[in-house]
């Protein structure tokens, strides 16, 4: 029997874990790396005025906001971008136990579904302090006095915000976890080759 491929096994984790998601996935021969991108989309329903990280400017009615996690041959990589929400080596010829694929899928959908959460909230705060800065002094007392408790607090937070922006966080913790708990089964132990280049 072939042994299994990272890239085949990562696919079929992608297909059972993922598919409410926009993952795709990519063999990077020449630099022996496999990218996941991961895209989350929202919709901008005030079409607030975003910046990226170029700061450049859009009011589009969908933003999507894009991130990667790669892996990487851990013996000829030598300079990885830091610009990833996380990085897993594997070894050259040798590839990658599967529990540290399953570990890493399993914890990427829980970012990916608080991310989602985290990016709607983000939208819903940006467009109440483009609101905001519309109005003027006696409009925004007027606005404040509206708001119930929860609002009101959660309005003040905002405007203590220096500059608001969105990223996804990785949970190490929760990574190692179900690191731990995918290498307690025989399965998690076994080894998965890396893509031939």
């Known amino acids: 029997m072939a042994k299994e491929t ?3 096994v990562l696919e079929e984790l992608i297909e ?14 020449s630099m022996q790396t496999i990218e996941l991108t991961v895209t989350l989309f929202a919709e901008n329903k005030e079409n607030v005025a975003l910046a990226d990280k170029e700061a450049i400017e859009s009011q589009e009615n969908v933003i999507a906001f894009e991130d990667s996690v790669v892996l990487y041959n851990q013996t000829r990589v030598k ?14 010829k040798k590839g990658i136990q599967r529990a540290y694929l399953s570990a890493l899928i399993e914890t990427l959908q829980e970012v990916l ?3 989602q ?3 709607l909230d983000f ?3 940006t467009a109440m302090l483009s609101k905001i800065e519309s109005m003027n002094d006696e409009e925004i007392k007027e606005y404040f006095q509206s708001l119930d408790e929860n609002e009101k607090e959660k309005l003040l937070q905002i405007l203590n915000v220096e500059e608001a922006e969105f990223s996804l966080e990785w949970d190490e913790k929760m990574f190692e976890q179900e690191l731990t708990n995918a290498l307690a089964t025989d399965k998690g132990k076994e080894m998965v080759v890396a893509p031939k280049f």
């Open 6 to 8: 990272m890239m085949n």
């Open 16 to 29: 059972a874990k993922l598919n409410n998601f926009d993952v795709t996935i990519e063999w990077h021969p």
């Open 79 to 92: 300079n990885l971008s830091n610009d990833v929400l996380f990085s897993l080596p594997y070894e050259d």
């Open 113 to 115: 579904v608080n991310g």
């Open 117 to 119: 959460d985290q990016l």
């Open 123 to 125: 939208l819903e705060e």
